[in-house]
């Protein structure tokens, strides 16, 4: 048992199972990020054209853009322990080819280029699987503290990559990190090796991947909080990347220093993020999270600024710590906030669709600012940059970020689909429909709660969800009116799914509905099979 108490910030670390997934991550993000200042730092040396240098960060964050969808998926419907030991495997036999290649002298800027991109579609897959499972180890109350417990496994190893990488540069040559990196692979895979997960049981047929894809993208589609966290993380991110993409470049041309300078300038952001983890928590409680993201865009746009105009690399390095505690406080509480808004069975795809866009600002953010300072030089490059920050942060003032403790999202399976779930039905589509009676002055509360109920049943899977309302008859209780939901599922298993999925917010949406018809009546609920080989339709209902 890990000596800590529940209330601590710490508390993750009692679980023998986050233990084993957070030390993984620790080993395989140093190994990462060492491989990282070496591509970046061979790069400055195999070629002089800044635009290539900038493509590094494009080569190991592009995969994530690509194959994040597809990852996600798998890590929700196949078993994640498997799933990361294969990417591992794969990253470890990639990372011996980079190895022999420098070893040999074979090394070309696009064969670079090429294992840089191959080492990230393993971290791509390994990436949502890793993350999802963060959560599923600890209790529901200590997965904001596990998550930010994470973000230091993360920046802690941006603290000691850099300058492992910079020393073993400085001592033996690139070569030497690359090798390391494969040493780094074969730690985490034992790790992975000696963790027993526990099996997930299934009751209904597992899903195809492309279907999951689609029940993912659906999902993000009617969940409106994840457009407002899409938005914030894309509107930072493709401002911040010129930092990262150009930091390279401004140590060794503009502040003349080696590959070790190189990696205490890493070291310094890494740092930052460690200080700023541990602060973090004390800033969000007393500022609120939007006023402390705001502060923290501010602090990183400041340094972004010293970085391109100041040449005192003391000064450079303090406003690096600066920045690596900005980083986290606003990518910490983001990821934060994704894991405690979307419901368990859709973690995963939901987290890969966060990555996909969060890689593809990063990566994109890298091409565009290594154009600009191709065209200019890369001081205007990190000072427009900076402006941009600033801009997106106008431009986010309205949209307000609250946090909560993921209590409503935690499965609740609705008792009708149970009652039907050892039916003999024939394959078919499964048409419901609720007819919902109110008083007419009720009429437009009742519209703006089934709309609210409809998007958390599409993002359950259900097709073709619509709302008719009808003017009723003048009776005992005056003049009522009759609102008719009805929505679609392609299969009877997805109409199983359907209710499985269903979490305590889901209720409390129907209740909020049900609340407004009190005095009429249950819902009339009907349900229909229609079989796929029959003209004449089954019908199942009401119910």
């Known amino acids: 048992m890990f000596p800590v108490n529940e209330s601590s910030p710490w508390s993750p670390w009692r679980h023998q199972a986050f233990r084993a997934i957070w030390l993984a991550g620790l080993v395989s993000n140093i190994g990462n990020w060492m491989q990282n200042v070496a591509a970046a730092w061979v790069m400055t040396s195999l070629t002089d054209a800044i635009f290539m240098v900038a493509l590094i960060q494009t080569a190991s964050g592009l995969p994530s853009f690509l194959l994040a969808l597809p990852a996600g998926a798998a890590a929700d419907l196949i078993d994640r322990r498997r799933l990361m030991l294969c990417a591992q495997a794969v990253m470890l036999v990639v990372s011996v080819a980079l190895s022999a290649a420098m070893l040999t002298g074979h090394m070309t800027p696009w064969l670079l280029l090429g294992l840089t991109f191959a080492l990230g579609c393993g971290n791509a ?3 949502p699987a890793q993350q999802a499972t963060t959560s599923d180890v600890v209790p529901q109350a200590e997965v904001g503290r ?23 540069i400085a001592w033996a040559g690139s070569a030497a990190v690359f090798v390391a990196n494969v040493l ?29 894809v ?15 966290l899409i938005v914030r993380s894309l509107v930072f991110v493709c401002s911040s990347s010129a930092l990262w993409a150009l930091l390279p470049i401004v140590a060794r041309n503009q502040l003349g220093l080696s590959a070790a300078g190189y ?7 890494g740092a ?15 500022l609120g999270p939007t006023r402390m993201m705001a502060i ?47 419901a368990h069975w859709v973690r995963g795809r939901v987290l890969a669709i966060h990555l996909l866009f969060f890689q593809g600002g990063m990566a994109g953010g890298a091409v565009f600012w290594g154009a600009v300072a191709t065209w200019a030089d890369p001081s205007a490059a990190l000072g427009l940059s900076s402006i941009g920050m600033v801009v997106g942060l106008l431009l986010m003032r309205r949209r307000t970020l609250v946090l909560n403790d993921g209590t409503d999202l935690l499965l609740a399976p609705a008792l009708f689909h149970a009652r039907h779930a050892n039916r003999d039905i024939a ?28 998007r958390s049943r599409m993002r359950n899977g259900a097709h073709r969800w619509r709302v008719q309302l009808r003017r009723g008859e003048t009776g005992e209780k005056g003049e009522t009116v009759t609102a008719v939901e009805t929505w679609m599922l392609p299969s009877w298993d997805d109409w199983l799914r359907h209710g499985e999925r269903r979490v305590l917010a889901d209720h409390r949406l129907e209740d909020a509905v049900q609340s407004l018809q009190r005095d009429l009546g249950e819902p009339r609920v009907a349900m229909r099979v229609i079989a796929e080989r029959t003209q004449r339709p089954t019908r199942h209902g009401p119910a």
């Open 125 to 127: 897959i390994s990436m």
């Open 146 to 168: 596990a998550v930010v417990l994470s973000g230091i496994s993360f920046n802690g190893a941006r603290a000691v990559g850099p300058l492992v990488a910079g020393v073993l």
């Open 184 to 212: 780094s692979f074969l730690v985490v895979i034992v790790l992975l090796w000696r963790w027993k997960n526990p099996r997930r049981e299934a009751s209904l047929a597992r899903e195809r991947l492309f279907g999951g």
């Open 214 to 228: 689609v029940a993912g993208l659906r999902y993000v589609r009617h969940a409106p909080v994840m457009h407002m």
């Open 263 to 269: 990696g205490v300038m890493l070291a310094s952001l």
């Open 272 to 286: 930052g993020s460690v200080l700023g983890a541990g602060i973090m928590p004390r800033l969000r409680q007393r």
């Open 296 to 342: 923290a865009t501010c602090v990183f746009a400041l340094a972004s600024v010293v970085l391109a105009y100041v040449r005192v690399v003391p000064l450079v390095c303090a406003a690096l710590v600066l920045a690596g505690v900005a980083w986290i406080s606003i990518n910490a509480t983001i990821s934060a906030a994704v894991h405690t808004s979307v």
């Open 427 to 454: 394959s078919g589509r499964v048409l419901m429909r609720v007819r919902y009676s109110a008083c007419a002055q009720n009429a437009d509360a009742l519209v703006k709660a089934l709309h609210a109920l409809g």
